[in-house]
């Protein structure tokens, strides 16, 4: 049974940092992807990074540059670094996991965390 459970989520002004986490357990897969999603009240869940088993990672593009995603050695914890927060972050984060490689749809990844607020004001 896969479990993903996140922390980390907050309020911060605009310019401050907040880190993401989440703890994976019961995961056993050597070839995957997991991912940050973010879903503001009454949009869709939007991917804004993801990071392959390989070590590669991606960003939705108004990320970029400005959030990191991680993983540990042990690889059970995923990261979210995210600097020079604007407004437009605010949201609820997620994470998620799917077996395969990255992006891949939000419909491919079944495994999710319950979620953890960010609010940028």
């Known amino acids: 049974h896969v479990q993903l459970v996140e922390s980390g989520g907050g309020s911060v002004h605009s310019g401050g940092s907040l880190q993401l986490s989440c703890v994976a357990s019961?995961?056993?897969?050597?070839?995957?992807?997991m991912g940050w999603f973010r879903q503001v009240s009454g949009k869709k869940r939007e991917l804004v990074a993801a990071?392959?088993?390989?070590?590669?990672?991606s960003y939705e593009d108004s990320v970029k540059g400005r959030f990191t995603i991680s993983q540990d050695n042990a690889k059970t914890t995923l990261y979210l670094q995210m600097n020079s927060l604007k407004p437009e972050d605010t949201g609820m984060y997620y994470c998620?996991?799917?077996?395969?490689?990255?992006?891949?749809?939000?419909?491919?990844?079944?495994?999710w965390g319950q979620g953890t607020q960010v609010t940028v004001s």
């Open positions: 019961g995961w056993t897969y050597r070839t995957y992807c």
């Open positions: 998620a996991a799917k077996v395969g490689s990255c992006p891949g749809k939000t419909k491919d990844y079944n495994n």
């Open positions: 990071f392959d088993s390989d070590g590669s990672t």
